[in-house]
């Protein structure tokens, strides 16, 4: 069982719909990463939250520390949110802390 | 601020030769990171730094090197290029909040 498990792996929509993508973790402290890759293949910092909801733009995140999980929102999908979204979880290892990746969800806005 | 670079952005080796990809980060972190991504897959921990000084192997270490320079330069050496490195580079660095990592351009490798 993956430790950390995004749904879905593929997402395709239609310009202006409402995204969800959703990340279920076992592993790590209590806080998640959320970020993006484009088709380009930079990879950028979306959130890291610990507790409730975090907006920017048209970006929303929230996470259940309880229930472990967390979800990315799109508002008002525009082609250019065509990307790959990662979640990625942090576990302490010694003194350090390293990232639990998620497989990611290939998201496709068609306009 | 640039943030994390990445030199170079593309190289094209022969098995057996070496290179040493470079990664520089501005911001004044503590922790740095190399990761490998191959077509389709998710980012494997290659490497990583928790400090100047230090550096620890991650998932999938076999056939690279490492040296932390000072505080901003974290560079990856492959003495002996081999086709399975072929894969697309990527650096990270660690901010303040532990956690949040913040990535490098990435360095496109094919190993012919």
């Known amino acids: 069982k993956n430790e950390v498990e995004q749904s879905p792996q593929n997402l395709t929509a239609q310009e202006g719909e409402f995204i969800t993508i959703n990340c279920s973790y076992s592993?790590?402290?209590?806080?998640l990463h959320w970020l993006q890759q484009h088709p380009g293949g930079g990879i950028v910092s979306l959130f890291m939250l610990s507790s409730g909801k975090k907006k920017h733009g048209r970006l929303i995140a929230t996470i259940n520390i309880q229930e472990k999980h967390s979800s990315l929102h799109i508002t008002a999908s525009h082609p250019r949110d065509s990307a790959v979204y990662i979640c990625?979880?942090?576990?302490?290892?010694?003194?350090?802390?390293?990232?639990?990746w998620g497989a990611g969800t290939k998201l496709i806005i068609k306009p | 601020n640039a943030g994390v670079t990445q030199t170079p952005k593309f190289q094209v080796l022969k098995t057996g030769q070496s290179m040493t990809l470079q990664c520089a980060q501005d911001?004044?972190?503590?922790?740095m990171y190399w990761y490998r991504q191959d077509p389709g897959m998710g980012l494997r921990l290659i490497y990583y730094?928790?400090?100047?000084?230090?550096?620890d192997k991650g998932e999938v270490p076999n056939g690279y090197n490492v040296s932390r320079l000072n505080k901003r330069e974290f560079s990856l050496r492959l003495e002996s290029a081999a086709p399975s490195q072929t894969s697309v580079y990527f650096c990270?660095?660690?901010?303040?909040?532990?956690?949040?990592?913040?990535f490098g351009p990435g360095t496109r490798l094919t190993v012919t």
């Open positions: 990270a660095s660690v901010g303040h909040a532990r956690f949040e990592q913040y």
């Open positions: 911001m004044n972190h503590n922790s």
């Open positions: 730094s928790a400090s100047e000084g230090t550096t």
């Open positions: 990625a979880a942090p576990v302490r290892v010694d003194s350090n802390y390293q990232l639990i």
């Open positions: 592993v790590g402290i209590s806080a």
